[in-house]
């Protein structure tokens, strides 16, 4: 059965959810960076909102957010997110609900519309290639995390091509020690059932997003870093097998 259906789906992906994700990027992209220019980048991050639902209700991926009594939209900190799939990126931006800061590869910057838009709001590009370039990207960036503006790592640095979690690397963790921030441990689930890493074969499906309480991070030091990386791995591990829904579901609306 579960066959027959992704047969089916086919030409919907196609004919329908492609266009859809074209034009959505072009169009929200295109309004961004003028939002940005008018109204400055807080304003104008919204539309990633907008254009994370969007894509979400075409799929389409229902979200069920878990944990939202965690979140301060006072508190500036350093979410942590483990990495399935691309569609974390529609959850997150999508659900999450706060002010932040992507921390993404260089190579996202050259795509067409989003890459602009991306860099008017304040988003953060670095090159993995060059560990100094990288490093002074973070550092010029810190000016932003302030106010309840947060900044979201993926620590495995790269999608995960099964269930398991890949090694952290340290980034995320240095720069929550060195600005004094809490880190805010989510977990996403479901959405490599969706949209497998490394691939297109891409297919409707329910993610959930799990918040977890905020980890003070006063109590670790450059010497106990490995401590709070174990910490917070444990957390985000902690809810990753797949679980029947049983929280509210809040569709792809707008």
Same mark, same amino acid.
């Given at each position: 059965?579960?066959?027959?259906?992704?047969?089916?789906?086919?030409?919907?992906?196609?004919?329908?959810?492609?266009?859809?994700?074209?034009?959505?990027?072009? !169009?929200?992209?295109?309004? #961004?960076?003028?939002?940005?220019?008018?109204?400055?980048?807080?304003? /104008?991050? &919204?539309?990633?909102?907008?254009?994370?639902?969007?894509?979400?209700?075409?799929?389409? @991926?229902?979200?069920?957010? +878990?944990?939202?009594?965690?979140?301060?939209?006072?508190?500036?900190?350093?979410?942590?997110?483990?990495?399935?799939?691309?569609?974390?990126?529609?959850?997150?931006?999508?659900?999450?609900?706060?002010? %932040?800061?992507?921390? @993404?590869? +260089?190579?996202?910057?050259?795509?067409?519309?989003?890459?602009?838009?991306?860099?008017?709001?304040?988003?953060?590009?670095?090159?993995?290639?060059? #560990? +100094?370039?990288?490093? =002074?990207?973070?550092? /010029?960036?810190?000016?932003?995390?302030?106010?309840?503006?947060?900044?979201?790592?993926?620590?495995?640095?790269?999608?995960? $091509?099964? *269930?398991?979690?890949? #090694? %952290? $690397? &340290?980034? /995320?963790?240095? %720069? *929550?020690?060195?600005?004094?921030?809490?880190?805010?441990?989510?977990? !996403?689930?479901?959405?490599?059932?969706?949209?497998?890493?490394?691939?297109?074969?891409?297919?409707?499906?329910?993610?959930?997003?799990?918040?977890?309480?905020?980890?003070?991070?006063?109590?670790?030091?450059?010497?106990?870093?490995?401590?709070?990386?174990?910490?917070?791995? &444990?957390?985000?591990?902690? =809810?990753?097998?797949?679980?029947?829904?049983? +929280?509210?579901?809040?569709?792809?609306?707008?």
């Amino acid at each position: 059965m579960n066959r027959v259906l992704r047969i089916l789906y086919q030409p919907y992906k196609f004919l329908i959810f492609a266009p859809v994700v074209i034009l959505s990027t072009s !169009i929200i992209a295109t309004i #961004t960076v003028g939002l940005a220019a008018v109204v400055g980048p807080k304003a /104008a991050g &919204k539309m990633g909102i907008i254009w994370s639902r969007i894509n979400a209700w075409a799929t389409p @991926m229902p979200v069920t957010v +878990q944990g939202r009594e965690n979140i301060n939209r006072e508190i500036s900190c350093v979410v942590v997110s483990n990495h399935q799939s691309q569609y974390d990126i529609f959850v997150l931006y999508g659900w999450l609900g706060i002010d %932040f800061k992507w921390v @993404m590869k +260089q190579e996202l910057r050259n795509i067409p519309g989003l890459g602009i838009a991306c860099e008017k709001i304040g988003h953060i590009f670095i090159d993995r290639s060059n #560990t +100094q370039a990288a490093l =002074d990207s973070i550092n /010029a960036a810190r000016e932003k995390i302030v106010n309840g503006t947060s900044v979201l790592f993926f620590p495995e640095g790269t999608r995960s $091509k099964n *269930a398991k979690m890949g #090694t %952290f $690397k &340290k980034g /995320a963790f240095r %720069f *929550a020690l060195d600005l004094g921030l809490p880190i805010l441990p989510v977990t !996403i689930q479901g959405t490599r059932k969706i949209l497998p890493a490394g691939s297109f074969d891409l297919f409707p499906g329910r993610a959930i997003m799990i918040i977890h309480p905020l980890v003070d991070t006063s109590k670790y030091s450059d010497e106990t870093l490995p401590d709070l990386m174990d910490a917070v791995r &444990k957390i985000i591990a902690s =809810d990753l097998s797949e679980k029947p829904v049983v +929280q509210h579901v809040e569709a792809g609306r707008l």
